[in-house]
């Protein structure tokens, strides 16, 4: 039995410890630590944590020791902190998890980022600079130096650009990863040779917000939404969706409501309060239904469209018999958007009235809240798409819901990318093979029409990198991918910079092994949400070698075998093309501590770190470090919220010298702009005929920041559209897509192929075995009642033929698709010749053959998809199947606007003929260029409509500005 | 009346269930608790106590499912958010931080009422009324030194009840909580068992250290597994004795609860009830199972 006082005892006794605790200086009690059973390793621990961890056959734990070393996910845009266990021991990193230390992901990952440890253990990496021998797409290889690479790559581009052939350079990537370095290296060599993937990806979805409001991303406050309005699956899937959701989550928590429009339904739409599934490509019609509503109720927000709309524009340009009034425009714009009633969106779509009208409803209560997200999905799929993000930040317009707390922001203000040490100017030319006539309004480069222009003699390419892209598996029409990459005479050179084996680098002259997340350095920063972070990709052996006192210059001193980081990569080739300096080329690669000597990567981030991210030298000084120590010990650094409704930010007078305002209130300066803190990617809206340069708008009598677009308000009428040849859609309206049902014949349907599985990542999930064993087949979705009409049961082989030719893969009934509709999920199929050496990765073993232009890909028959051959995964890989590339069947639908490709096929689907194996593809090339020629004749070339003969509106984002002069039309076209 | 825990007591009591550091030797060396040797030890015994066998959420003892989160655990939230807790980067409903918030409480009760209307509401609220058998559970299952912390924590929170009076009314999340069993028309085996490993629905804990003991009592084979399948796995292995061998644990433990309801009042009542229902449900099911095995002539 206890004795009576027993607690007044012990409350003396640890009173007594509390004082001797404290006698030593030391925190008797720190508070709750959250080391709970969820939360992380304490970042005063990360030098030697220790984990318990099993010894193998022995039912017995050991003390494990690890330095943890924090990086950045590379899988895929979301940029999320992972941190590494590094083995204190052997100095190799034996797993990934979250880095607590990210303000975007907060120690949180999806599936992808720990499986990073299987891509760097994968036994099919390449590990050494390989060489073609034999022909092109043999599969021969030899292993050369990294100095034969750089030799040969160097001399071949030195001699480009001496002989002033630019435009015969061309890095295509894939994963951008880092902010700004590979195009600052492009513009030292001046060279106009960027060529993103992003015509294939967000082009529609960034074109609909930049017409609105000059940037050309949303970004959302999705934890104070009170309504998030969803087109897409973005709870697992698209850009930055992993700090998304978790803020989504938090919102839904406090009681926010969540509105999904989504075809298919999804882990998403499963979250949802609406589940909104249209008829692909309606999305429009219904959102122009909603606003009709909003207006019609007069539940907008009028007071935020006086000021920020520029209706006094429109009413000038097209409407100039009547008043140039707000009471006017408001009448107006009841009549434009009078017919869109729910009805009218209710046939278009298929979907119920009462759910369009309790959608409605939920939105007219969100006030200022509303938060609305769009990146690809319906944006990418439909002709016409860029007018789904259109129509659906007009929404946000009429509420006012833009920059403001649980709203949609622009993501200029939340992404942060500072300063960098090298700085040369643009090019001074133009690249057609990127940006063509044909294409003025395209938000991006023409990436995926290449083949074609080169196959039309628009021109060759000298010297042609890939990088982390795959564009024969990931574009459209592959085989002409296929075709291009072979003929020596279209491509002189191909250099292949991927971490792992893929279909277009079999095409390559080299195949150059780069670095996985936590083999290289980047920086980067995303919009997350309403705080701007930078997040230090770095290579991680690098950083416990140097904690441990060890010096390393050279990444691939740490690296696995001579894989080798991007970004020295460039810095070595700059310095080689250049050597003497005598090109003007050398010198923004010189270090500027040790002139004569390359650049180091430590002087390239130290520099930005002691001088480019506010608050960060103060923070490392806190700790009596460097900048460069504080972000390789903790990877990121948050510098803050970010203002709300920055567009009301007055302009002080000092900065309106010779202030001129036009008639619709944009006001102009002589005065200086002021120094920029953030360089994140901004619109530049062009000076006034006198040359004075924007400054902001004049509001109610005050001057405010306004927007980056051209009237520096919100864009309800884009002059830019209406100037540049497309007048009947400048403004937010509804064109009817590709595939909507008055064009399609009685026996298609459309297929949607563009939404991703959760766990893979693109081309490198194939080397991620984790993640190949969750996700590894991309069946047809087929709603029951098709099924049953075609015959066609579960599991059962079809045919799904589309333009080009078709595709063979199994269907999967399933209701959790409309009627009328089948889908196909992105990222399977992945292939490998037979006779092809390695036979590791998940991929099914084909053949691949061609008569003409007749192409066809075929399993290798009682063969299971490749898999490892002897060691413990041997007997792990339980599946055999492998899926479809399906991409190989579409021809390529550039949007005539927004250049984006739009994925979705008009398709038949009936059940397979005896023989047909899944993965089998069939394409007629013929037919690819009768598309490709169909989709052009649907474009308002610049030399035809360029309003000032320049090729381009010049305050679009480009991600490269060739200078004034290379802007202009060329003169073959424009005399 | 007898004293109770100063608020320095109860934090470390919470200090000492979170992950081991080195200062855990002298937390324990204070509370007069057996100390693991090396640090190893430390984690190997916490890692025992708290994940293999008792996780220490609220949730996992009041929730539908058992599980961590849910209803249970919003309420625990949205409790310590009124109080001004930072309740975002956890499990909201973890032990240590309950516990360092009530230390709070106690601290501030003395001279602010609020303060004391809050410390009640926390007590009966979100710590008493889940924590006895939860206590139990570690105390019969976990090493050295969290075995004594349960005792400890045990009397301590039952010397709280003699400064802060059962409330008349069930605590909204007893309350709230999944109804009684209802072992007799559960759809199958498995829906028998995880419903059983409901403690709020059941009445009863059952861990993992609770399964060996059964298995080394049948005489079964021991399945390392999620505590679902190796009871499923011992009922369809030998129905009778094990419905026979849970009925007599619940039984015991419905007997441990009686023994709190003086002290705990209606709280007390409501584990004991349900703890004492599900003894019947499986005595009566044991009947049957064991009729059933008589009259196919299986033995
Ligand atoms: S969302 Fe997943 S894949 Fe993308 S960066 Fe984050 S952890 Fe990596």
Redesign the pocket.
């Known amino acids: 039995m206890k004795p009576k006082n027993w607690i007044a005892a012990l409350n003396a006794r640890v009173s007594a410890f509390k004082s001797e605790t404290e006698s030593q200086g030391k925190t008797f009690y720190p508070g709750a630590s959250r080391i709970d059973l969820a939360s992380f390793p304490p970042k005063e621990h990360w030098d030697d944590w220790i984990a318990l961890e099993p010894v193998a056959g022995t039912g017995k734990r050991q003390e494990k020791h690890y330095m943890l070393v924090p990086t950045t ?1 590379f ?2 845009e ?3 902190g992972l941190l590494a266990y590094v083995d204190r021991e052997t100095l190799e990193v034996r797993k990934f998890e979250g880095n607590p230390e990210h303000a975007g ?1 907060r120690g949180r ?2 599936a ?2 720990p499986a990073t440890i299987n891509q760097v253990t994968d036994p099919d990496r390449i590990l050494y600079p390989l060489k073609r021998a034999g022909a092109r797409g043999e599969g021969q290889w030899t292993r050369v130096s990294w100095d034969e690479v750089l030799d040969t790559l160097a001399e071949r581009i030195r001699k480009a650009i001496v002989e002033k052939r630019h435009r015969e350079i061309m890095y295509h990537v894939g994963r951008p990863g880092e902010d700004g370095f590979t195009e600052d290296i492009l513009k030292a060599w001046g060279v106009d040779g960027h060529n993103s993937h992003t015509n294939i990806c967000s082009s529609s979805g960034r074109a609909g917000i930049q017409y609105w409001m000059g940037y050309d991303r949303p970004s959302n406050d999705f934890a104070n939404a009170e309504v998030i309005l969803l087109t897409s699956s973005h709870l697992e899937a698209g850009h930055y ?2 700090p998304h959701a978790q803020r989504i989550m938090e919102a839904k928590k406090r009681g926010a409501r969540l509105i999904v429009v989504d075809v298919r339904m999804s882990n998403t739409s499963t979250h949802a309060d609406h589940w909104v599934s249209p008829y692909p490509g309606s999305e429009p019609a219904i959102f122009l239904a909603v606003a009709r509503h909003l207006i019609e109720m007069k539940r907008y927000n009028r007071e935020f469209v006086r000021r920020w709309w520029n209706w006094h524009e429109y009413m000038t340009a097209e409407r100039p018999d009547e008043p140039a009034t707000f009471e006017a425009f408001e009448k107006v714009l009841g009549e434009l958007y009078a017919d869109y009633t729910f009805e009218y969106a209710a046939a278009e779509s298929q979907v119920p009235v009462a759910q369009i009208e309790a959608v409605a409803e939920t939105i007219a209560g969100a006030g200022t809240k509303l938060c609305t997200q769009n990146w690809r999905s319906a944006a990418a799929g439909n002709l016409g798409g860029w007018q789904v993000s259109r129509t659906l930040f007009l929404l946000n317009a009429l509420l006012g819901a833009i920059g403001v707390e649980g709203s949609t922001y622009p993501n200029g203000w939340t992404k942060f990318v500072g300063k960098r040490p090298i700085n040369a100017g643009h090019p001074e030319h133009w690249n057609d093979l990127t940006f063509p006539l044909e294409y003025p309004l395209g938000m991006n480069e023409m990436s995926f029409l290449l083949p074609h222009f080169l196959k039309e003699g628009r021109g060759t390419l000298d010297t042609y990198f890939t990088r982390v892209y795959n564009p024969v598996w990931t574009n459209p029409g592959g085989f002409d991918w296929v075709e291009m990459l072979s003929d020596e005479s279209k491509i002189g050179l191909h250099a292949a910079l991927t971490p792992t084996w893929n279909e277009t680098a079999y095409f390559a002259d080299f195949v150059l092994p780069m670095g996985h997340s936590s083999e290289r350095h980047d920086l980067v920063s995303t919009e997350t949400h309403n705080e701007n972070w930078v997040t230090f990709r770095q290579p991680v052996a690098r950083a416990a070698r140097e904690r441990l006192g060890e010096t390393i210059t050279d990444t691939r001193e740490v690296n696995p075998g001579e894989v080798w980081e991007e970004n020295e990569f460039w810095l070595e080739l700059t310095w080689r093309i250049d050597p003497d300096g005598s090109l003007g080329i050398r010198q923004h690669v010189e270090s500027m501590s040790t002139p004569g000597e390359r650049l180091s990567l430590d002087e390239y981030y130290g520099w930005i770190f002691d001088h480019s991210i506010p608050g960060l030298p103060d923070k490392a000084e806190a700790e009596g470090v460097t900048p460069l120590a504080y972000m390789r010990r903790y990877g990121n650094v948050s510098i803050g919220a970010v203002g709300e409704a920055l567009y009301e930010n007055e302009i002080p007078p000092e900065q309106l010298e010779d202030e001129h305002v036009d008639p619709h209130g944009r006001v102009y300066t002589r005065a200086a702009a002021p120094p920029q803190v953030n360089g994140a990617p901004t619109p530049n809206p062009e000076p006034d005929a006198e040359g004075r340069r924007p400054a902001g708008v004049a509001i109610d009598g005050t001057v405010r920041a306004g927007f980056p677009t051209p009237s520096g308000r919100l864009e309800f009428y884009s002059s830019t559209l209406a100037q540049w040849g497309w007048p009947e859609v400048a403004l937010p309206t509804y064109i009817k897509s590709h595939i909507h049902r008055d064009k399609l014949a009685a026996d298609q349907m459309p297929l949607i192929p563009t939404f991703r599985l959760p766990t893979q990542i693109h081309t490198r999930g194939a080397n991620a075995k984790w993640l190949s064993e969750l996700a590894h087949n991309n069946p047809v979705w087929i709603h029951p009642q098709d099924a049953e009409h075609k015959g066609i049961a579960d599991g059962q082989r079809i045919r799904v033929e589309t333009e080009l030719g078709f595709f063979v893969a199994e269907a999967w009934v399933t209701q959790g698709i409309r009627p009328g509709v089948v889908a196909c999920s992105h990222h399977m199929g992945r292939w490998q010749f037979t006779g092809s050496t390695d036979h590791h990765q998940r991929t099914m073993e084909t053949t691949l053959a061609h008569d003409g232009g007749h192409w066809s890909l075929r399993p290798v028959e009682h063969k299971q998809p490749l898999a490892p051959q002897s060691g413990p995964d041997a007997k792990r890989v339980w599946w055999t199947a492998v899926g479809v590339h399906q991409n190989l069947t579409f021809g390529v639908h550039p949007d005539p606007v927004s250049g984006q490709h739009c994925w979705h096929q008009a398709v038949r689907v009936r059940p397979a003929e005896p023989g047909d194996v899944p993965g089998q593809i069939h394409v007629d090339l013929e037919k690819s260029d009768a598309v490709y020629r169909e989709w052009l004749a649907m474009t308002r070339p610049a030399d035809r409509v360029s309003p000032d003969g320049t090729r381009r509106p010049g305050w679009l984002l480009r991600p490269l500005k060739p200078t004034a002069e290379a802007c202009k039309l060329p003169d073959s076209v424009s005399s | 009346m007898s004293a109770t825990a100063s608020a320095d007591l109860l934090r470390l009591l919470a200090a000492i269930a979170e992950s081991p550091s080195s200062a855990h030797a002298d937390y324990a060396r204070a509370l007069g608790l057996a100390a693991p040797a090396t640090a190893a030890d430390w984690q190997v015994a916490h890692t025992m106590a708290f994940i293999e066998q008792c996780p220490p959420f609220a949730s996992t003892m009041l929730g539908e499912g058992g599980q961590i989160g849910g209803a249970a655990a919003a309420r625990v939230a949205d409790f310590r958010a009124l109080l001004g807790a930072e309740v975002e980067t956890a499990p909201p409903d973890v032990l240590p931080a309950l516990l360092a918030d009530y230390a709070e409480l106690v601290e501030r009760a003395a001279s602010d009422a609020r303060a004391a209307h809050a410390r009640a509401a926390m007590l009966w609220e979100h710590l008493l009324s889940w924590v006895m058998p939860y206590l139990d559970a570690v105390n019969r299952s976990a090493p050295a030194p969290y075995d004594g912390w349960a005792t400890l924590m045990r009397d301590v929170l039952l010397a709280e009840t003699q400064a802060v009076a059962p409330p008349d009314l069930l605590p909204l999340q007893l309350r709230m909580a999944p109804p009684a069993l209802d072992l007799a028309h559960a759809e199958s085996v498995d829906a028998a068992v995880r419903a059983l490993l409901v403690p709020a629905a059941s009445g009863i804990v059952l861990t993992r250290v609770d399964l060996t003991r059964a298995v080394i009592a049948l005489e079964a084979g021991l399945i390392q597994n999620s505590r679902a399948f190796a009871l499923g796995q011992l009922v369809t292995q030998d129905a009778p004795a094990t419905l026979d061998w849970l009925a007599a644990e619940a039984r015991d433990q419905a007997i441990a609860r009686m023994a709190e309801i003086e002290s705990l009042g209606v709280v007390g009542q409501f584990w004991a009830d349900r703890a004492h229902a599900t003894a019947e449900a499986l005595d009566d099911l044991a009947r049957v199972a064991s009729a059933r095995r008589v009259s196919s002539g299986a033995h």
Do not use: P, Y
């Open positions: 996910c899988n895929c979301s940029a999320c992901s990952n999806c992808k980022g969706f992993n």
